[in-house]
């Protein structure tokens, strides 16, 4: 009989004990995998949080702020009913990434040829790393870029498709409304970006650049 006591403290202390590191590791990996499938094939999750403040049931359900990147370090919820822990991971993610195949000089036009994709961990890329050659074609260099160095968005610009000073046709529409006239352009813009244009009149107006560099407006 003295055993009996004994023997359950043994079994309350195992029930009581966190899910196995393989266990959780496997719930959280599954849980970033559906978050972004197309990266499922080269993902792992390492747990940065030490085991005695892990959750202490089978299968917690995870939960992230609205704003969360996809990879690299987070916190994570991991609510057993009403009780919730906060743990801390490293999302790795292994993909193909954008760079530079020669030294391209501030200023300079390029094209899809100029850049290569290479095999990598995307998770400790620069924000805004590329992942596609796509949108540099007849992109402009903003800063020296390196043989090898990972190309970022904020590396590059759309050519512009309108210049400041430049005479544009201004475009409104709306429902039953269709009218066009002239004015100065007032800033640069590139594609599908907003310029202001100074009309005839004097007035003031804002719209969005289209691909044959006329200014859209919709009323």
Same mark, same amino acid.
């Given at each position: 009989?003295?055993?009996?006591?004994?023997?359950?403290?043994?079994?309350?202390?195992?029930?009581?004990?966190?899910?196995?590191?393989?266990? *959780?590791?496997?719930?959280?990996?599954?849980?970033?995998?559906?978050?972004?499938?197309?990266?499922?094939?080269?993902?792992?999750?390492?747990?940065?949080?030490?085991?005695?403040?892990?959750?202490?049931?089978?299968?917690?359900?995870?939960?992230?702020?609205?704003?969360?990147?996809?990879?690299?370090?987070?916190?994570?919820?991991?609510?057993?009913?009403?009780?919730?822990?906060?743990?801390?991971?490293?999302?790795?993610?292994?993909?193909?990434?954008?760079?530079?195949?020669?030294?391209?000089? %501030?200023?300079?036009?390029?094209?899809?040829?100029?850049? %290569?994709?290479?095999?990598?961990?995307?998770?400790?890329?620069?924000?805004?790393?590329?992942?596609?050659?796509?949108?540099?074609?007849?992109?402009?260099?903003? %800063?020296?870029?390196?043989?090898?160095?990972?190309?970022?968005?904020?590396?590059?610009?759309?050519?512009?498709?309108?210049?400041?000073?430049?005479?544009?046709?201004?475009?409104?529409?709306?429902?039953?409304?269709?009218?066009?006239?002239?004015?100065?352009?007032?800033?640069?813009?590139?594609?599908?970006?907003?310029? %202001?244009?100074?009309?005839?009149?004097?007035?003031?107006?804002?719209?969005?650049?289209?691909?044959?560099?006329?200014? *859209?407006?919709?009323?």
């Amino acid at each position: 009989m003295r055993g009996y006591p004994i023997l359950l403290a043994s079994l309350l202390a195992i029930s009581a004990l966190p899910v196995s590191a393989t266990e *959780l590791s496997a719930q959280l990996t599954q849980f970033f995998k559906a978050r972004d499938p197309q990266h499922a094939a080269g993902m792992k999750v390492v747990i940065r949080t030490p085991k005695t403040q892990w959750p202490d049931c089978d299968a917690p359900r995870f939960a992230l702020p609205g704003n969360s990147r996809l990879w690299g370090n987070m916190s994570v919820a991991a609510n057993c009913g009403e009780n919730r822990r906060y743990l801390q991971v490293q999302v790795q993610v292994t993909g193909e990434y954008l760079v530079a195949k020669r030294q391209l000089a %501030r200023g300079t036009h390029v094209a899809q040829d100029d850049f %290569r994709l290479q095999n990598g961990r995307l998770d400790t890329l620069p924000a805004r790393t590329l992942f596609t050659s796509e949108s540099v074609a007849d992109a402009v260099v903003l %800063r020296d870029i390196q043989p090898g160095q990972p190309v970022s968005l904020s590396m590059l610009r759309q050519p512009w498709r309108v210049k400041a000073g430049q005479n544009v046709q201004v475009i409104a529409s709306g429902e039953g409304f269709n009218a066009s006239s002239e004015g100065k352009a007032l800033n640069n813009a590139a594609s599908a970006q907003w310029v %202001r244009v100074r009309m005839g009149n004097g007035q003031i107006v804002s719209g969005r650049v289209s691909d044959d560099g006329n200014i *859209l407006i919709t009323l």
